[in-house]
Antibody, heavy 118, light 110 residues
Framework: QVQLVESGGGVVQPGRSLRLSCEAS????????MHWVRQAPGKGLEWVAV????????YYADSVKGRFTISRDKSKKTLYLQMNSLRAEDTAVYYC???????????WGQGTTVTVSS | QSALTQPASVSGSPGQSITISCTGT?????????VSWYQQYPGKAPKLMIY???NRPSGISNRFSGSKSGNTASLTISGLQAEDEAHYYC??????????FGGGTKLTVL
């Protein structure tokens, strides 16, 4: 079945870096755009970034622009989020989600938790 | 990239109908038909309930419906059931090629 599995979360000090991964299965990964969405503890959803199916187009939320980089590896069917210069306010559960081709997110992973703390 | 505006909470009794509003601007909700709604239970991933303002994915009950007027979209749940108690988030594509979510609404079934 269609599945997304995130990994790479953990506890990291402010200013440091972390890379999240999202492994896809059950669909043709190279045919769909992919998103990262995060949720701070007790807060709502915040869209983070999107990458096109071919990897050539990338867009970011203002809150992460210049610090986070979204990428994908077609051969590994994996989506990535490189997070640099991490701040306390980046603490959240990070979800990857498949774009539906009609501007919504139709499949979500279970999430991976990132905690930025000294 | 300001969040869309949703009421923090709504409530209703079993069998009743409720409506959750989602207000944006002409650069997001008002400018596109690309409004979607998500249901989220505590500790779980969100689930797509409505896409393109009013369309339901396969498997979603027809008790869930969506609409839009100007810069405000709405999600209506009819025949309220205990299992509908969850958080609901709207989302819209924007003129900046980004997406924006609403702050979320907690639905309580009395």
């Amino acid at each position: 079945q269609v599945q997304l599995v995130e990994s790479g979360g953990g506890v990291v000090q402010p200013g440091r870096s972390l890379r999240l991964s999202c492994e896809a299965s059950g669909f043709t990964f190279s045919s769909y755009g992919m998103h990262w969405v995060r949720q701070a503890p007790g807060k709502g959803l915040e869209w983070v970034a999107v990458i096109s199916d071919d990897g050539n187009k990338k867009y970011y939320a203002d809150s992460v622009k210049g610090r986070f980089t979204i990428s994908r590896d077609k051969s590994k069917k994996t989506l990535y989020l490189q997070m640099n210069s991490l701040r306390a306010e980046d603490t959240a559960v990070y979800y990857c989600a498949k774009d539906s081709k009609i501007y919504s997110m139709d499949v979500w992973g279970q999430g991976t938790t990132v905690t930025v703390s000294s | 990239q300001s969040a869309l505006t949703q009421p923090a909470s709504v409530s209703g009794s079993p069998g009743q109908s409720i409506t959750i509003s989602c207000t944006g601007t002409s650069s997001d909700v008002g400018g596109y038909k690309y409004v979607s709604w998500y249901q989220q239970y505590p500790g779980k991933a969100p689930k797509l309930m409505i896409y393109e303002v009013s369309n339901r994915p396969s498997g979603i009950s027809n008790r869930f419906s969506g609409s839009k007027s100007g810069n405000t979209a709405s999600l209506t749940i009819s025949g309220l059931q205990a299992e509908d108690e969850a958080h609901y988030y709207c989302s819209s594509y924007t003129s900046s090629n980004t997406w924006v979510f609403g702050g979320g609404t907690k639905l309580t079934v009395l």
